[in-house]
């Protein structure tokens, strides 16, 4: 699976950006059951989940960006946006999507997901 993130960029505290991915596969095909997420590297910290939505749409949000990011899927399943209202400084880093299976991503020895080239937001104070 490759995912193609776009749609980072510079902002200002209190400004918004919306951020999309997409999947495709050199096969020629994508199960529209798997998971998709966006996972944030901060400057000088580890990559941690922002959101991720089930093929059913089910949402999950960190507490830090809960009531400021929305999560959604486009009708086809194969694309994920994240549109992101009231940007705070702390809200700056790689945005990376993700993609994995709907058992999960670790099954005790192996990472599943797979993961986009990452774009970076600047929230500027």
């Known amino acids: 699976v490759q995912l193609q993130a776009s749609g980072g960029g510079l902002v200002q505290v209190g400004g918004s950006l919306r951020l999309s991915c997409s999947a495709s596969s050199i096969t020629g095909t994508i199960s529209s059951s798997d998971n998709m997420g966006w996972y944030r590297r901060a400057p000088g910290k580890q990559r941690d989940l922002v959101a991720d939505i089930t093929s059913d749409d089910k949402t999950n949000y960190a507490d830090s960006v809960r009531g400021r990011f929305t999560i959604s899927r486009g009708k086809a399943k194969n694309t994920v946006h994240l549109q992101m209202n009231n940007l705070k400084p702390e809200d700056t880093g790689v945005y990376y999507c993700?993609?994995?299976?709907?058992?999960?991503?670790?099954?005790?020895?192996?990472?599943?997901?797979?993961w986009g080239q990452g774009t970076l937001v600047t929230v500027s104070s």
């Open positions: 993700a993609q994995w299976p709907v058992w999960g991503w670790w099954n005790g020895k192996r990472d599943f997901r797979s």
